[in-house]
């Protein structure tokens, strides 16, 4: 039986590469043949060759990267509400002062309060504290509330 061959049908090897792009890029995203062409009409662009061809080979070479691993992230994992994660800042906080406030600790930072007084920023530490309290004030009235 007779096989046609390319250069039978009138096919040179660029066309034959540009008729596979063209199809691996439809492959990875299909329609974009068409929606190029349809985006490049309504900006009042003509659809050409040199356009079409950027666009599709764009499009191939994403569909030949290789997928990213999806990770060690647990696909079961919802976050949390903003409300649960503003809840859980505070309790974070809190836990990480409370295991850093330790007796020694403590005492370097009064000793430090004390040093800080002759700094002419002083007073942005002064306010500092002073909001500190109000907010740990308001949150233990939510919790004695509770």
């Known amino acids: 039986t007779f096989q046609a061959t390319t250069s039978d049908l009138g096919l040179r090897r660029d066309q034959i590469h540009?008729?596979?792009?063209i199809r691996d890029a439809e492959a990875t995203e299909p329609g974009i043949v068409r929606r190029v062409?349809?985006?490049r009409l309504?900006?009042?662009e003509e659809p050409t060759r040199a356009a079409l061809r950027k666009m599709v080979?764009?499009?191939a070479r994403r569909g030949m990267r290789p997928q990213r691993p999806t990770g060690r992230r647990n696909p079961l994992h919802v976050p949390p509400t903003p409300e649960r994660a503003a809840w859980q800042h505070?309790?974070?906080t809190f836990r990480a002062f409370a295991e850093?406030?330790?007796d020694e600790n403590l005492a370097l930072a009064r000793q430090g309060m004390r040093e800080a007084r002759d700094d002419p920023f002083?007073?942005?530490d002064a306010r500092a504290i002073?909001?500190?309290a109000e907010v740990f004030t308001n949150i233990k009235e939510w919790l004695d509330a509770e």
Do not use: F, K, P
């Open 122 to 124: 002083h007073h942005l």
């Open 100 to 102: 850093w406030a330790s």
């Open 90 to 92: 505070v309790t974070g």
């Open 57 to 59: 080979i764009d499009a």
């Open 42 to 44: 309504e900006r009042g």
């Open 18 to 21: 540009e008729a596979r792009q």
């Open 37 to 39: 062409l349809n985006e």
């Open 130 to 132: 002073a909001r500190g």
